[in-house]
Protein backbone atom coordinates (compact mmCIF):
# COMPACT_ATOMS: atom_id res chain seq x y z
CA UNK A 1 0.00 0.00 0.00
CA UNK A 2 0.82 3.39 -0.82
CA UNK A 3 2.07 5.04 2.34
CA UNK A 4 0.10 8.32 1.64
CA UNK A 5 -2.95 6.10 1.34
CA UNK A 6 -1.95 4.49 4.84
CA UNK A 7 -2.40 7.73 6.32
CA UNK A 8 -6.17 8.04 4.50
CA UNK A 9 -7.07 4.68 6.06
CA UNK A 10 -7.90 6.00 9.40
CA UNK A 11 -10.32 8.31 8.21
CA UNK A 12 -11.63 5.88 5.79
CA UNK A 13 -12.00 3.31 8.30
CA UNK A 14 -14.03 6.11 11.03
CA UNK A 15 -15.97 7.00 8.13
CA UNK A 16 -16.93 3.33 7.57
CA UNK A 17 -17.67 3.17 11.16
CA UNK A 18 -20.05 6.06 11.03
CA UNK A 19 -22.16 5.17 8.41
CA UNK A 20 -22.48 1.70 9.92
CA UNK A 21 -23.81 3.62 12.99
CA UNK A 22 -25.85 5.69 10.97
CA UNK A 23 -27.61 2.64 8.76
CA UNK A 24 -28.40 1.02 11.91
CA UNK A 25 -30.31 3.98 13.85
CA UNK A 26 -32.21 4.49 10.10
CA UNK A 27 -33.25 0.81 10.22
CA UNK A 28 -34.33 1.04 13.74
CA UNK A 29 -36.04 4.08 13.05
CA UNK A 30 -38.34 2.52 10.84
CA UNK A 31 -38.56 -0.99 12.35
CA UNK A 32 -38.82 -1.54 15.67
CA UNK A 33 -37.91 2.28 17.44
CA UNK A 34 -40.86 3.69 19.61
CA UNK A 35 -42.50 6.86 18.07
CA UNK A 36 -41.79 8.57 21.06
CA UNK A 37 -37.64 8.50 20.43
CA UNK A 38 -37.85 9.88 17.36
CA UNK A 39 -37.16 14.05 17.60
CA UNK A 40 -33.95 13.12 20.25
CA UNK A 41 -32.52 10.13 17.70
CA UNK A 42 -32.87 12.54 14.94
CA UNK A 43 -30.38 14.90 16.88
CA UNK A 44 -28.12 12.16 17.87
CA UNK A 45 -28.45 11.20 14.06
CA UNK A 46 -27.43 14.94 13.20
CA UNK A 47 -24.41 15.05 15.28
CA UNK A 48 -23.12 11.54 13.72
CA UNK A 49 -23.72 12.77 10.16
CA UNK A 50 -22.14 15.98 10.88
CA UNK A 51 -19.33 13.89 11.73
CA UNK A 52 -19.34 11.85 9.07
CA UNK A 53 -19.05 14.90 6.93
CA UNK A 54 -16.54 16.31 8.57
CA UNK A 55 -14.36 12.94 8.71
CA UNK A 56 -13.90 13.03 4.61
CA UNK A 57 -14.42 17.25 3.73
CA UNK A 58 -11.43 18.31 5.90
CA UNK A 59 -8.11 19.99 5.38
CA UNK A 60 -6.47 17.06 5.73
CA UNK A 61 -7.71 14.31 3.71
CA UNK A 62 -7.93 16.79 1.46
CA UNK A 63 -3.91 17.22 0.96
CA UNK A 64 -3.56 13.83 0.96
CA UNK A 65 -6.00 13.47 -1.83
CA UNK A 66 -4.45 15.92 -4.13
CA UNK A 67 -0.88 13.76 -3.58
CA UNK A 68 -2.60 10.59 -4.18
CA UNK A 69 -4.02 11.55 -7.15
CA UNK A 70 -1.05 12.02 -8.69
CA UNK A 71 0.44 9.05 -7.39
CA UNK A 72 1.21 5.43 -9.91
CA UNK A 73 1.55 2.93 -7.01
CA UNK A 74 -2.23 2.73 -5.99
CA UNK A 75 -4.60 -0.34 -6.51
CA UNK A 76 -7.29 -0.14 -8.57
CA UNK A 77 -9.71 0.05 -5.72
CA UNK A 78 -7.59 2.72 -4.49
CA UNK A 79 -7.22 4.64 -7.38
CA UNK A 80 -11.07 4.68 -7.46
CA UNK A 81 -11.45 5.42 -3.59
CA UNK A 82 -9.20 8.71 -4.76
CA UNK A 83 -11.21 9.24 -7.88
CA UNK A 84 -14.81 9.07 -6.56
CA UNK A 85 -13.68 11.07 -3.19
CA UNK A 86 -11.91 13.83 -5.59
CA UNK A 87 -15.28 14.13 -6.76
CA UNK A 88 -17.33 14.91 -3.90
CA UNK A 89 -14.63 17.76 -2.84
CA UNK A 90 -15.04 19.27 -6.44
CA UNK A 91 -18.52 19.12 -6.40
CA UNK A 92 -18.90 20.64 -2.70
CA UNK A 93 -16.49 23.30 -3.32
CA UNK A 94 -18.07 25.27 -6.30
CA UNK A 95 -21.19 25.79 -4.11
CA UNK A 96 -20.77 28.98 -1.31
CA UNK A 97 -21.53 27.33 2.04
CA UNK A 98 -24.27 29.99 3.44
CA UNK A 99 -26.28 28.92 0.19
CA UNK A 100 -25.94 25.11 0.78
CA UNK A 101 -26.35 26.08 4.41
CA UNK A 102 -30.07 28.03 3.37
CA UNK A 103 -30.56 24.75 0.85
CA UNK A 104 -30.31 22.64 4.02
CA UNK A 105 -32.45 24.42 6.11
CA UNK A 106 -35.00 24.56 3.53
CA UNK A 107 -35.25 20.87 3.13
CA UNK A 108 -35.29 20.13 6.07
CA UNK A 109 -38.98 21.04 6.07
CA UNK A 110 -39.88 21.04 2.67
CA UNK A 111 -40.81 16.90 3.30
CA UNK A 112 -43.37 18.48 5.55
CA UNK A 113 -45.10 20.80 3.22
CA UNK A 114 -45.05 18.14 0.28
CA UNK A 115 -46.80 16.06 2.71
CA UNK A 116 -49.38 18.41 4.20
CA UNK A 117 -50.34 19.28 0.70
CA UNK A 118 -50.72 15.56 -0.46
CA UNK A 119 -52.73 14.95 2.43
CA UNK A 120 -54.94 18.34 1.72
CA UNK A 121 -54.67 17.78 -1.75
CA UNK A 122 -53.90 21.40 -2.12
CA UNK A 123 -51.14 22.18 -4.57
CA UNK A 124 -50.98 26.12 -3.66
CA UNK A 125 -49.29 24.56 -0.35
CA UNK A 126 -46.26 23.10 -1.79
CA UNK A 127 -46.07 25.67 -4.63
CA UNK A 128 -43.80 28.17 -3.30
CA UNK A 129 -41.52 25.66 -1.53
CA UNK A 130 -41.10 23.87 -4.70
CA UNK A 131 -40.56 26.92 -6.55
CA UNK A 132 -37.53 27.62 -4.29
CA UNK A 133 -36.58 23.97 -4.39
CA UNK A 134 -35.86 24.75 -8.17
CA UNK A 135 -34.52 27.90 -7.92
CA UNK A 136 -31.64 26.19 -5.43
CA UNK A 137 -31.20 23.20 -7.89
CA UNK A 138 -30.87 24.92 -10.76
CA UNK A 139 -27.95 27.51 -8.76
CA UNK A 140 -26.11 24.37 -7.45
CA UNK A 141 -25.71 22.79 -11.14
CA UNK A 142 -24.84 26.32 -12.56
CA UNK A 143 -22.12 26.47 -10.00
CA UNK A 144 -20.67 22.63 -11.01
CA UNK A 145 -21.85 22.56 -14.77
CA UNK A 146 -18.62 22.23 -16.93
CA UNK A 147 -18.10 24.99 -19.79
CA UNK A 148 -20.97 23.99 -22.01
CA UNK A 149 -23.33 21.57 -19.90
CA UNK A 150 -26.50 21.55 -19.72
CA UNK A 151 -28.18 22.20 -15.94
CA UNK A 152 -30.36 18.73 -16.18
CA UNK A 153 -27.22 17.25 -17.15
CA UNK A 154 -25.45 18.05 -14.14
CA UNK A 155 -27.97 16.25 -12.03
CA UNK A 156 -28.35 13.04 -14.52
CA UNK A 157 -24.79 12.57 -13.88
CA UNK A 158 -25.37 12.46 -10.15
CA UNK A 159 -27.46 9.24 -9.90
CA UNK A 160 -26.03 7.67 -13.39
CA UNK A 161 -22.78 8.72 -14.87
CA UNK A 162 -22.63 9.22 -18.67
CA UNK A 163 -26.28 9.38 -18.68
CA UNK A 164 -26.89 12.64 -20.73
CA UNK A 165 -30.20 13.83 -21.99
CA UNK A 166 -28.98 13.09 -25.12
CA UNK A 167 -28.93 9.26 -24.61
CA UNK A 168 -31.95 9.18 -21.84
CA UNK A 169 -33.87 11.34 -25.34
CA UNK A 170 -32.91 8.06 -27.47
CA UNK A 171 -34.10 5.95 -24.79
CA UNK A 172 -37.37 7.75 -23.60
CA UNK A 173 -38.35 8.04 -26.97
CA UNK A 174 -37.91 4.79 -27.66
CA UNK A 175 -40.40 3.73 -25.26
CA UNK A 176 -42.85 6.56 -26.29
CA UNK A 177 -42.44 4.95 -30.17
CA UNK A 178 -43.37 1.67 -28.88
CA UNK A 179 -44.86 1.36 -25.47
CA UNK A 180 -47.74 3.44 -26.02
CA UNK A 181 -48.96 2.02 -29.21
CA UNK A 182 -48.91 -1.49 -27.18
CA UNK A 183 -50.44 -0.03 -24.72
CA UNK A 184 -53.25 1.20 -26.47
CA UNK A 185 -53.52 -2.07 -28.20
CA UNK A 186 -54.14 -3.86 -24.83
CA UNK A 187 -56.52 -1.33 -24.13
CA UNK A 188 -58.45 -1.91 -26.81
CA UNK A 189 -58.81 -5.21 -26.73
CA UNK A 190 -60.63 -4.82 -23.30
CA UNK A 191 -59.08 -8.36 -21.75
CA UNK A 192 -60.14 -8.81 -18.00
CA UNK A 193 -58.03 -10.43 -15.68
CA UNK A 194 -60.25 -11.45 -12.89
CA UNK A 195 -57.70 -10.54 -9.57
CA UNK A 196 -59.94 -10.98 -6.92
CA UNK A 197 -58.89 -13.40 -5.49
CA UNK A 198 -55.30 -11.59 -4.62
CA UNK A 199 -57.58 -9.22 -2.58
CA UNK A 200 -59.61 -12.47 0.05
CA UNK A 201 -58.09 -12.82 3.50
CA UNK A 202 -54.16 -13.84 3.66
CA UNK A 203 -53.56 -14.23 7.77
CA UNK A 204 -50.47 -12.04 8.07
CA UNK A 205 -48.30 -15.03 10.22
CA UNK A 206 -48.85 -17.35 6.97
CA UNK A 207 -47.77 -14.79 4.51
CA UNK A 208 -44.72 -14.43 6.72
CA UNK A 209 -43.77 -18.10 5.90
CA UNK A 210 -44.03 -18.09 3.08
CA UNK A 211 -42.16 -15.15 2.04
CA UNK A 212 -39.13 -16.35 4.41
CA UNK A 213 -39.20 -19.32 2.28
CA UNK A 214 -39.50 -16.81 -0.82
CA UNK A 215 -36.61 -14.74 -0.07
CA UNK A 216 -34.48 -17.87 1.21
CA UNK A 217 -35.84 -20.04 -2.01
CA UNK A 218 -33.84 -16.55 -4.42
CA UNK A 219 -30.78 -16.89 -2.70
CA UNK A 220 -31.06 -13.98 0.09
CA UNK A 221 -28.76 -15.64 2.48
CA UNK A 222 -30.19 -15.21 6.52
CA UNK A 223 -26.46 -15.67 8.07
CA UNK A 224 -25.60 -12.34 6.74
CA UNK A 225 -29.32 -10.70 6.37
CA UNK A 226 -31.99 -9.85 8.54
CA UNK A 227 -36.00 -8.72 7.40
CA UNK A 228 -37.96 -7.01 9.21
CA UNK A 229 -41.72 -4.98 9.02
CA UNK A 230 -41.74 -1.13 7.82
CA UNK A 231 -44.71 1.31 7.29
CA UNK A 232 -42.29 1.50 3.50
CA UNK A 233 -40.33 -1.52 2.24
CA UNK A 234 -36.62 -0.77 1.80
CA UNK A 235 -33.27 -2.23 1.83
CA UNK A 236 -30.27 -1.28 3.50
CA UNK A 237 -27.18 -2.50 5.29
CA UNK A 238 -24.07 -1.56 7.43
CA UNK A 239 -21.95 -3.94 5.38
CA UNK A 240 -22.04 -7.53 3.01
CA UNK A 241 -22.14 -9.17 6.46
CA UNK A 242 -25.12 -7.54 7.53
CA UNK A 243 -27.70 -6.51 4.66
CA UNK A 244 -31.52 -5.81 5.91
CA UNK A 245 -35.06 -5.41 4.05
CA UNK A 246 -38.11 -5.04 5.09
CA UNK A 247 -41.74 -5.68 3.47
CA UNK A 248 -45.15 -4.47 4.22
CA UNK A 249 -47.37 -6.84 5.28
CA UNK A 250 -51.82 -6.21 4.07
CA UNK A 251 -54.36 -8.91 5.28
CA UNK A 252 -56.09 -8.54 2.17
CA UNK A 253 -53.54 -8.41 -0.48
CA UNK A 254 -51.25 -11.64 -1.39
CA UNK A 255 -48.93 -10.23 -3.99
CA UNK A 256 -48.16 -6.88 -2.60
CA UNK A 257 -45.66 -8.51 -0.10
CA UNK A 258 -44.40 -11.83 -2.44
CA UNK A 259 -43.15 -8.61 -4.74
CA UNK A 260 -42.12 -6.93 -2.03
CA UNK A 261 -39.80 -9.93 -1.26
CA UNK A 262 -38.17 -10.35 -4.87
CA UNK A 263 -37.59 -6.97 -5.17
CA UNK A 264 -36.13 -6.09 -1.89
CA UNK A 265 -34.44 -9.38 -1.85
CA UNK A 266 -32.82 -8.71 -5.27
CA UNK A 267 -31.37 -5.30 -3.56
CA UNK A 268 -30.38 -7.36 -0.81
CA UNK A 269 -28.73 -10.27 -2.83
CA UNK A 270 -26.36 -7.79 -4.65
CA UNK A 271 -25.54 -5.56 -1.36
CA UNK A 272 -24.39 -9.51 -0.05
CA UNK A 273 -22.21 -10.17 -3.10
CA UNK A 274 -20.31 -7.45 -2.92
CA UNK A 275 -16.48 -8.99 -2.38
CA UNK A 276 -14.40 -8.75 1.09
CA UNK A 277 -12.50 -6.48 -0.25
CA UNK A 278 -14.52 -3.34 -1.55
CA UNK A 279 -17.24 -3.84 1.06
CA UNK A 280 -15.43 -2.11 3.79
CA UNK A 281 -14.20 0.74 1.70
CA UNK A 282 -15.76 3.78 0.01
CA UNK A 283 -17.17 1.51 -2.79
CA UNK A 284 -18.95 -1.13 -0.80
CA UNK A 285 -22.61 -0.53 -2.06
CA UNK A 286 -23.96 -1.16 -5.46
CA UNK A 287 -22.73 1.08 -8.54
CA UNK A 288 -25.50 3.11 -8.80
CA UNK A 289 -29.25 3.77 -8.35
CA UNK A 290 -30.35 2.55 -11.70
CA UNK A 291 -27.98 -0.44 -11.46
CA UNK A 292 -29.34 -1.09 -7.82
CA UNK A 293 -32.98 -0.79 -9.40
CA UNK A 294 -31.72 -3.61 -12.24
CA UNK A 295 -30.87 -5.81 -10.06
CA UNK A 296 -34.48 -6.17 -8.11
CA UNK A 297 -36.29 -5.13 -11.17
CA UNK A 298 -34.48 -8.46 -12.15
CA UNK A 299 -35.79 -10.77 -9.54
CA UNK A 300 -39.55 -9.18 -9.50
CA UNK A 301 -40.58 -8.53 -12.96
CA UNK A 302 -38.02 -11.20 -15.19
CA UNK A 303 -37.49 -13.87 -13.13
CA UNK A 304 -40.28 -13.94 -10.38
CA UNK A 305 -43.39 -12.95 -12.54
CA UNK A 306 -42.49 -15.78 -15.07
CA UNK A 307 -44.16 -19.22 -14.97
CA UNK A 308 -41.10 -21.06 -14.85
CA UNK A 309 -40.39 -19.57 -11.75
CA UNK A 310 -43.62 -20.32 -9.90
CA UNK A 311 -44.00 -23.78 -11.68
CA UNK A 312 -42.26 -25.71 -8.71
CA UNK A 313 -42.90 -23.57 -5.66
CA UNK A 314 -46.77 -22.53 -6.47
CA UNK A 315 -47.90 -25.65 -5.19
CA UNK A 316 -46.28 -24.55 -1.96
CA UNK A 317 -48.06 -21.35 -2.14
CA UNK A 318 -51.38 -23.17 -2.28
CA UNK A 319 -50.28 -25.18 0.28
CA UNK A 320 -49.58 -22.53 2.58
CA UNK A 321 -53.44 -21.14 1.53
CA UNK A 322 -55.74 -23.89 0.81
CA UNK A 323 -58.91 -22.49 0.61
CA UNK A 324 -58.05 -18.87 -0.85
CA UNK A 325 -56.15 -20.67 -4.08
CA UNK A 326 -58.77 -23.62 -4.31
CA UNK A 327 -59.89 -22.11 -7.21
CA UNK A 328 -56.91 -20.65 -8.65
CA UNK A 329 -54.33 -22.76 -11.60
CA UNK A 330 -51.28 -21.89 -11.59
CA UNK A 331 -52.01 -20.37 -15.11
CA UNK A 332 -54.37 -17.50 -13.33
CA UNK A 333 -52.24 -16.73 -11.22
CA UNK A 334 -49.83 -16.27 -13.59
CA UNK A 335 -51.82 -13.83 -15.66
CA UNK A 336 -53.02 -11.85 -12.73
CA UNK A 337 -49.41 -10.95 -11.94
CA UNK A 338 -48.84 -10.19 -15.07
CA UNK A 339 -51.64 -7.81 -15.96
CA UNK A 340 -51.39 -4.45 -17.08
CA UNK A 341 -53.25 -1.68 -17.13
CA UNK A 342 -52.89 2.78 -17.30
CA UNK A 343 -53.22 3.63 -14.32
CA UNK A 344 -52.53 6.98 -12.28
CA UNK A 345 -50.00 6.07 -9.27
CA UNK A 346 -46.14 5.18 -10.32
CA UNK A 347 -46.05 3.30 -7.48
CA UNK A 348 -48.83 0.75 -8.05
CA UNK A 349 -48.10 0.70 -11.37
CA UNK A 350 -47.59 -2.58 -13.46
CA UNK A 351 -44.25 -3.74 -15.15
CA UNK A 352 -45.65 -2.87 -18.77
CA UNK A 353 -47.11 0.71 -18.02
CA UNK A 354 -44.42 1.74 -15.18
CA UNK A 355 -42.14 3.27 -17.42
CA UNK A 356 -44.03 5.44 -18.79
CA UNK A 357 -44.78 7.08 -15.68
CA UNK A 358 -41.21 7.48 -15.61
CA UNK A 359 -41.03 8.91 -18.87
CA UNK A 360 -43.48 11.83 -18.38
CA UNK A 361 -41.39 12.85 -15.36
CA UNK A 362 -38.32 12.95 -17.26
CA UNK A 363 -39.67 15.38 -19.56
CA UNK A 364 -41.25 17.36 -16.88
CA UNK A 365 -37.89 17.69 -15.15
CA UNK A 366 -36.33 18.28 -18.60
CA UNK A 367 -38.50 21.90 -19.00
CA UNK A 368 -38.45 22.47 -14.78
CA UNK A 369 -34.52 22.79 -15.69
CA UNK A 370 -34.54 24.48 -18.90
CA UNK A 371 -36.56 27.12 -17.25
CA UNK A 372 -39.25 26.26 -19.86
CA UNK A 373 -42.36 25.49 -17.59
CA UNK A 374 -43.11 27.28 -14.19
CA UNK A 375 -44.03 25.97 -11.14
CA UNK A 376 -47.59 27.01 -11.75
CA UNK A 377 -48.22 25.38 -14.70
CA UNK A 378 -47.01 21.46 -13.40
CA UNK A 379 -50.29 20.21 -12.74
CA UNK A 380 -51.90 21.22 -15.72
CA UNK A 381 -48.29 20.21 -17.52
CA UNK A 382 -48.75 16.80 -15.50
CA UNK A 383 -52.38 16.00 -16.23
CA UNK A 384 -52.32 16.73 -19.93
CA UNK A 385 -49.01 14.45 -20.78
CA UNK A 386 -50.97 11.17 -18.55
CA UNK A 387 -54.04 11.85 -20.74
CA UNK A 388 -51.54 11.78 -23.89
CA UNK A 389 -49.93 9.09 -22.67
CA UNK A 390 -51.28 6.76 -20.67
CA UNK A 391 -54.91 7.87 -21.13
CA UNK A 392 -55.98 8.45 -18.29
CA UNK A 393 -56.57 12.36 -16.35
CA UNK A 394 -55.63 12.11 -12.26
CA UNK A 395 -58.94 13.54 -10.76
CA UNK A 396 -56.78 15.44 -7.93
CA UNK A 397 -53.91 16.69 -7.73
CA UNK A 398 -52.77 14.30 -4.82
CA UNK A 399 -53.32 11.55 -7.48
CA UNK A 400 -51.51 13.68 -9.93
CA UNK A 401 -48.57 16.22 -9.34
CA UNK A 402 -48.14 15.76 -5.44
CA UNK A 403 -48.08 11.70 -5.37
CA UNK A 404 -44.29 11.24 -5.07
CA UNK A 405 -41.79 12.89 -2.44
CA UNK A 406 -38.49 12.96 -4.75
CA UNK A 407 -39.29 16.95 -5.96
CA UNK A 408 -39.25 18.28 -2.32
CA UNK A 409 -35.96 16.53 -1.37
CA UNK A 410 -34.55 18.55 -4.59
CA UNK A 411 -33.87 15.20 -5.93
CA UNK A 412 -33.65 16.08 -9.65
CA UNK A 413 -32.61 13.46 -11.78
CA UNK A 414 -33.50 10.78 -9.52
CA UNK A 415 -36.34 9.34 -11.80
CA UNK A 416 -34.93 8.28 -14.89
CA UNK A 417 -32.81 5.71 -12.83
CA UNK A 418 -35.77 3.51 -12.20
CA UNK A 419 -36.90 3.45 -15.51
CA UNK A 420 -32.79 2.20 -16.31
CA UNK A 421 -32.90 0.08 -14.26
CA UNK A 422 -35.41 -1.75 -16.00
CA UNK A 423 -33.71 -1.16 -19.35
CA UNK A 424 -30.16 -2.66 -17.86
CA UNK A 425 -31.99 -5.44 -16.22
CA UNK A 426 -33.28 -6.70 -19.58
CA UNK A 427 -29.72 -6.34 -21.13
CA UNK A 428 -28.23 -8.04 -18.75
CA UNK A 429 -30.68 -10.56 -18.97
CA UNK A 430 -30.68 -11.26 -23.10
CA UNK A 431 -27.00 -11.84 -22.34
CA UNK A 432 -27.66 -14.34 -19.35
CA UNK A 433 -29.79 -16.05 -21.84
CA UNK A 434 -27.28 -16.79 -23.85
CA UNK A 435 -24.70 -18.73 -21.42
CA UNK A 436 -27.13 -20.38 -19.54
CA UNK A 437 -30.90 -22.17 -20.20
CA UNK A 438 -32.99 -19.85 -17.78
CA UNK A 439 -36.01 -21.41 -17.59
CA UNK A 440 -34.25 -24.89 -17.10
CA UNK A 441 -32.83 -23.51 -13.94
CA UNK A 442 -35.82 -21.62 -12.76
CA UNK A 443 -37.90 -25.19 -13.24
CA UNK A 444 -35.25 -26.82 -11.65
CA UNK A 445 -35.66 -24.43 -8.77
CA UNK A 446 -31.69 -23.48 -9.44
CA UNK A 447 -31.53 -20.35 -8.46
CA UNK A 448 -27.97 -20.37 -7.48
CA UNK A 449 -26.29 -20.42 -10.64
CA UNK A 450 -28.58 -17.39 -11.91
CA UNK A 451 -27.12 -15.38 -8.64
CA UNK A 452 -23.85 -16.55 -8.98
CA UNK A 453 -23.57 -14.79 -12.57
CA UNK A 454 -25.07 -11.61 -11.22
CA UNK A 455 -22.63 -11.81 -8.65
CA UNK A 456 -19.89 -12.56 -10.85
CA UNK A 457 -20.83 -9.64 -13.61
CA UNK A 458 -22.15 -7.34 -11.18
CA UNK A 459 -22.73 -7.85 -7.76
CA UNK A 460 -18.92 -8.08 -6.87
CA UNK A 461 -17.52 -5.11 -8.13
CA UNK A 462 -19.64 -2.51 -5.53
CA UNK A 463 -19.10 0.62 -7.03
CA UNK A 464 -15.44 -0.49 -8.43
CA UNK A 465 -16.47 -0.12 -12.01
CA UNK A 466 -20.00 2.21 -13.39
CA UNK A 467 -22.57 1.15 -15.35
CA UNK A 468 -21.47 1.12 -18.93
CA UNK A 469 -18.02 -0.43 -17.78
CA UNK A 470 -19.75 -3.11 -16.81
CA UNK A 471 -22.35 -3.66 -19.12
CA UNK A 472 -19.31 -3.47 -21.68
CA UNK A 473 -17.55 -5.90 -19.98
CA UNK A 474 -20.63 -8.26 -19.55
CA UNK A 475 -22.61 -7.91 -22.56
CA UNK A 476 -19.96 -6.72 -25.13
CA UNK A 477 -21.52 -3.31 -25.59
CA UNK A 478 -22.62 0.29 -23.70
CA UNK A 479 -26.49 0.91 -22.31
CA UNK A 480 -28.90 -0.27 -25.03
CA UNK A 481 -32.29 0.02 -24.53
CA UNK A 482 -33.37 -2.31 -27.25
CA UNK A 483 -33.78 -5.55 -25.12
CA UNK A 484 -36.25 -4.00 -22.71
CA UNK A 485 -38.29 -2.66 -25.74
CA UNK A 486 -37.78 -6.08 -27.08
CA UNK A 487 -38.32 -7.49 -23.75
CA UNK A 488 -41.50 -5.93 -23.18
CA UNK A 489 -43.14 -6.56 -26.40
CA UNK A 490 -42.33 -10.20 -26.89
CA UNK A 491 -43.86 -10.63 -23.48
CA UNK A 492 -47.07 -8.38 -23.15
CA UNK A 493 -47.87 -9.58 -27.10
CA UNK A 494 -47.78 -13.13 -25.66
CA UNK A 495 -49.29 -12.68 -22.27
CA UNK A 496 -52.18 -10.50 -24.42
CA UNK A 497 -52.33 -12.86 -27.32
CA UNK A 498 -52.06 -9.57 -29.63
ZN1 LIG B 1 -35.95 -0.82 -5.57
Known amino acids: MSQTYEKLQPYLDKSQALGAALALFSWDNETLAPKGALERTAKIMGTLSMELYNTIMNPEVRALLVELREADDLTAIEAKVVKDLWKQYEQMEKIPPEEYQEFSELSAQSGAIWAKAKQTNDYSVFAPTLAKVIEFNRKFAGYRAKEGQKLYDVLLDDFEEGFTMEKLDAFFGKLREEIVPLLKKITEKGQVVDKSFMRKEYPIAKQREFNQFLAEYIGFDFNIGVTGDAEHPFTNGLHNRDVRFTNHFHEDNLESAIFTTVHEGGHGIYEQGVSDEISETPLGGGASMGMHESQSRFYENIIGRSEAFWTPIYGKLVETFPEQLAEVDLDTFIKAI ?25 EIEKRIMDGSVEVDELPQLWNQMYEEYLGVTPPTDAEGVLQDVHWSMGSFGYFPSYALGNAIASQLYNQMLKEMNVDELLLAGNLAQIKNWLKEHIHQ ?14 TGEPFNADYYVAYLKEKFTKVYGL
Open 338 to 362: NYAEASLIRTESDELTYCLHIMIRY
Open 461 to 474: YGQLKNTDEMLIAT
